[in-house]
């Protein structure tokens, strides 16, 4: 199944808004008035852009809405323009090919207590996810990290959520002294407590520092950006692939994964972020620039993350 075949719905944006600096809501609705497949928390949608690139957003509305989805959209000129077109093109009234809901960040049935941390735009999923619980008796609390109120999505939606104080909004200015200490709350994990955290790398990074002594069941990441952010040093590369003894070629702006599926080659794929390991695969050779949130230290001399990981230097040989 190609991109286009998949991305089956279309749908007028009904409402567009500006909820944060540099971040713009969209209310996408059926342009036949039927009801509109459903999603779980914590689910995301593709959605081709005006420029033509199809981008992947988190459902940040209540699951039980089945009239429209609402997603939210940084514009990040470092990126490959596709948020950027969005954002600067896209008006209300105009339609918009997408997805149906997938999800790759999906909410434990074992939990019995919810941790969220989300950085910024990092907060879309996770407010699907505090909707869902809120007809429940489920407890659930939130550290929700930006720059600055104004860099805040949602903020307002947020604080009315929050009716037992189970919400820790913390701006820092942008000044690292001013970051917050997340161990308090990640020292000592409650029974059946599940953690959730999205938002910039260098945050998941931390977290995933600070909870070693947690079961990793119990911790899930969930990036907001995608195997196509392209780093100013990223080169094109060749991966051998050991068992059809094919080689292709990486280039820049493309994972292994789109490599490998352009090639006809099938790999089981999800999240495409680095976060779910669906795409572990084997690595036979080659010094590999780890991009995921996945691997364990011993893992990385044996396993790669195809959706986000990169040669570091040379070819790479994989187990294929
Ligand atoms: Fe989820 Fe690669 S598809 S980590």
């Not at 470092?78 to 997408?98: F, M, N, R």
């Not at 929050?162 to 701006?171: M, Y």
């Not at 969930?222 to 060749?238: A, N």
């Amino acid at each position: 199944m190609n991109e286009d075949t998949k991305l089956a719905l279309k749908l007028r944006i009904r409402r567009t808004e500006t909820v944060a600096r540099d971040i713009q809501s969209f209310e996408l609705t059926p342009c036949d008035g039927r009801t509109l497949p459903a999603f779980t928390p914590g689910a995301h949608i593709k959605v081709r852009t005006p420029c033509g690139l199809i981008r992947k957003y988190s459902l940040c509305n209540s699951p039980n809405e089945r009239d429209r989805y609402l997603i939210a959209v940084k514009r990040d000129s470092t990126g490959q323009g596709g948020s950027v077109s969005l954002v600067d093109h896209a008006v209300e009234g105009d339609i918009l090919d997408v997805s149906e809901p997938e999800n790759a960040f999906r909410m434990s049935r074992g939990a019995r207590r919810f941790l969220f941390i989300a950085g910024g735009i990092g907060i879309t999923p996770i407010l699907s996810m505090i909707h869902s619980l809120r007809a429940t008796d489920t407890p659930w609390q939130l550290l929700y990290l930006t720059r600055s109120v104004d860099s805040t999505p949602f903020i307002q939606d947020i604080k009315s959520l929050d009716s037992n104080g189970q919400v820790l909004i913390h701006h820092d200015g942008g000044d690292f002294e001013q970051t917050l200490d997340l161990w308090p709350w990640l020292e000592h994990p409650k029974q059946h407590q599940h953690l959730y955290c999205c938002g910039p790398r260098s945050l998941m990074e931390a977290v995933r520092d600070m909870t070693g002594h947690w079961d990793s069941g119990r911790v899930h990441f969930e990036s907001f950006t995608d195997g196509s952010v392209v780093r100013p040093d990223d080169q094109p590369f060749l991966v051998h692939l050991a068992r059809s003894g094919r080689t292709l070629e990486v280039s820049v702006g493309e994972s292994i994964l789109e490599a490998l599926r352009s090639a006809g080659v099938v790999v089981p794929a999800s999240c495409e972020s680095g976060t779910c390991g669906t795409c572990r695969t084997s690595l036979l050779a080659g010094q590999v620039d780890h991009r995921d949130m996945v691997l364990l230290p011993e893992e990385q001399d044996t396993q790669i993350m195809i959706c986000v990981s990169r040669s570091l230097n040379g070819d790479l040989t994989l187990d294929l």
